[in-house]
């Protein structure tokens, strides 16, 4: 049987209460488990190795607030939901914002190059600025591919996927001069009140951290640090080390499309 992979996406205005259900058990199932010191942090509810479980009340409430303009994205194999993500647009000095505010994979369909479809298919002709805040290297990779301009080859893992916009490649200098106002003006709540981190926008922090932000989530880093142990062993990662409870941050200037429109 010939495997059928299958992307929509939608406006936020148009995502239905079943959607949002399917998206809710995906996240739950699929995000990650709560870190050692999650419960210590944040509650008993945060019980280390325990799913990340995330309502689809909640879920529209903090991805899709009302006023407004947020898209969704999924991707289908063989009619099952195997990856989403959620996007925001909003406006600074003049430019359209288009910020990542959610991306799932399911563990089972993950290095098959998804990641990068689901946020390829959000791309506008009219989006100035990119952004993502993600403690999962791999996520960073597919935003680089899918944002970034400059085209290499590399070997993520046991997979070989052709890396559209290099992570070496990304403009440090453009995250540290626009990056905390670009979040001000965010109306997604998690993004405005995240603390920047790093010797990016601090000389004298010597923690490692060079573009991360603070955003509290005290999800495990397990996995993410294998990936981010053969990032850096593989390619020019520009990002810093990963501390509990801290994203690393990407903003991206718009990758204009040549030709025509498809």
């Not at 325990?50 to 194999?77: F, I």
């Not at 680089?144 to 080859?153: H, L, P, T």
């Not at 990056?179 to 790093?198: F, H, T, W």
Request: aromatic share 8%; proline share 2%; net charge negative.
């Amino acid at each position: 049987m010939e495997t059928q992979v299958v992307f929509e996406k939608c406006d936020g205005s148009r995502v239905t209460e079943g959607m949002l259900q399917e998206a809710s058990q995906l996240f739950s199932e699929h995000y990650g488990v709560w870190s050692e010191h999650a419960a210590q942090m944040l509650g008993k509810f945060a019980k280390a190795g325990s799913h990340v479980r995330l309502g689809q009340e909640r879920l529209r409430a903090d991805y899709l607030p009302d006023d407004t303009t947020c898209s969704y994205g999924k991707v289908t194999v063989n009619g099952r939901l195997v990856g989403n993500v959620f996007a925001c647009r909003w406006v600074y000095d003049g430019k359209t914002v288009c910020w990542i505010t959610q991306l799932v994979v399911h563990e089972d369909y993950r290095e098959r190059g998804l990641a990068t479809g689901l946020l390829n298919q959000l791309r506008r002709d009219d989006d100035d600025i990119y952004g993502i805040m993600s403690s999962h290297p791999a996520a960073c990779l597919a935003a680089a591919k899918a944002f970034g301009s400059k085209r290499v080859s590399m070997s993520l893992l046991d997979s070989t996927l052709n890396i559209t916009g290099s992570i070496g490649t990304v403009r440090l200098d453009y995250i540290k001069e626009h990056a905390e106002e670009i979040m001000k003006a965010s109306p997604i709540r998690y993004v405005k009140d995240a603390q920047l981190r790093g010797s990016l926008f601090d000389p004298e922090d010597a923690s490692g951290l060079v573009s991360c932000v603070d955003t509290g989530f005290w999800v495990d880093h397990t996995e993410p640090l294998k990936v981010l142990a053969w990032a850096r062993g593989t390619v020019e990662w520009p990002l810093g080390e990963l501390h509990d409870g801290h994203e690393f941050l990407l903003v991206f200037e718009a990758r204009r499309r040549t030709g025509s429109r498809s």
